[in-house]
Each structure stands twice: as structure tokens, then as C-alpha cells.
């Protein structure tokens, strides 16, 4: 049986469960910030597949129409 507070992403190093936090993230010349899911053990943070690529498209646009 798993457990109903099952996290929903793991560290697959240290098998710690993520924390959320604040992380600000430069792109080319900006920076944006925003809530990802962290390791609180060895800082490594991960971003989901969508932020990735949404948030990146969407500053890559703003980037474009100056
Ligand atoms: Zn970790």
C-alpha cells in the first residue's frame, strides 16, 4: 500500500522528497523568478518539462518583440 501523502517528485539521488522554493532563474539577459521543486539535501532543483518550456518560450517572445 503507498501512502495517500505520497510526494509527488523525489530526488533520484538521495531519494529526499522535494521541497518548493523561490529560485531565480537568469535567461539571456533576464531573470524571472519563480516556485520549483527543490532538494533540500543537495540543492539540486527541478523543472518540470512545461515551466521549461513555457517559460522559456514566453521570455524568448518578449526577448523578440523589443
Ligand atoms: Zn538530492
Known sequence: MTTPEEPRVRCTQCDR???????TIGYME???QVDLLR????????????????????????????
Open 17 to 23: 522528497k522535494l521541497e518548493t522554493a523561490s529560485v
Open 30 to 32: 533576464s531573470s524571472f
Open 39 to 66: 532538494c533540500p539535501k543537495c540543492g539540486q532543483v527541478f523543472i518540470p518539462e512545461d515551466l521549461a518550456l513555457g517559460k522559456m518560450a514566453e521570455v524568448e517572445k518578449q526577448l523578440e518583440d523589443k
